[in-house]
């Protein structure tokens, strides 16, 4: 999939606390979803996404547990997975 609706309004409203590192946490996560149209493996998101400091980690970490779902080993996001159905 190489495109994605983003409806601004919605990702302000749920967005819009985010840092500026958690917000491009979040963008690159989605990217990496939409791009493999599937759920990101846990033991590769950090990689997937370019995340190795210990201030990216921590975005990430922050960023996964309040968007998504951990599922057998899977990081899943349900806008993302209807959105690639």
Known sequence: MNYYERHLGDYAKNCGHLSLLEHGVYVRLLDVYYTREAPIPENK???LIGA???ETLQALQVVLEEFFELRDGL???DRADLDIA
Request: overall charge positive; charged content about 10%.
């Open 52 to 54: 190795a400091t210990p």
């Open 45 to 47: 998101a950090a990689r």
């Open 75 to 77: 990081w899943h996001q």
